[in-house]
């Protein structure tokens, strides 16, 4: 059974700093594609970036080019989001999700992509001007 834990959001000012970290057990990690998504209030789900668990592949939004890192541990267990010079446009539900066999690109830029995949609760990140 596929389970995610998000944890490490909170209220930053502009330009600070946070890292994410996204506990995944229950799956082989090998086989998916695991991102972190955000919504923001009144808006989609959108993908921020994710990172193929076989060979660390990853993918940006652009919005986040720069500014964000993802990476997983050596464990093959936990995601991190290093989220560098954040802006109060990132304020938002962050999320991470996995999804078997799937490109890190492709995962990130699916549509309604909560109807895809397996979910972890969300974690609010609030940047604050």
């Known amino acids: 059974d596929v389970q995610l834990q998000a944890s490490g959001g909170g209220l930053v000012q502009a330009g600070g700093s946070l890292t994410l970290s996204c506990t995944a057990s229950g799956f082989t990690f090998d086989d998916y594609s695991i991102g972190w998504f955000r919504q923001a209030p009144g808006k989609a789900h959108e993908g921020v970036s994710c990172?193929?668990?076989?060979?660390?592949?990853?993918y940006y939004q652009d919005s986040v080019k720069g500014r964000f890192t993802i990476s997983s541990d050596s464990a093959k267990t936990t995601v991190h989001l290093q989220m560098k010079n954040l802006e109060p446009d990132d304020t938002a539900v962050y999320y991470c999700?996995?999804?078997?066999?799937?490109?890190?690109?492709?995962?990130?830029?699916?549509?309604?992509?909560?109807?895809?995949?397996?979910w972890g609760q969300g974690t609010q990140v609030t940047v604050s001007s």
């Open positions: 990172i193929s668990g076989s060979d660390g592949t990853t």
């Open positions: 999700a996995a999804r078997e066999r799937i490109y890190p690109s492709a995962w990130c830029q699916r549509r309604h992509p909560t109807l895809f995949g397996s």
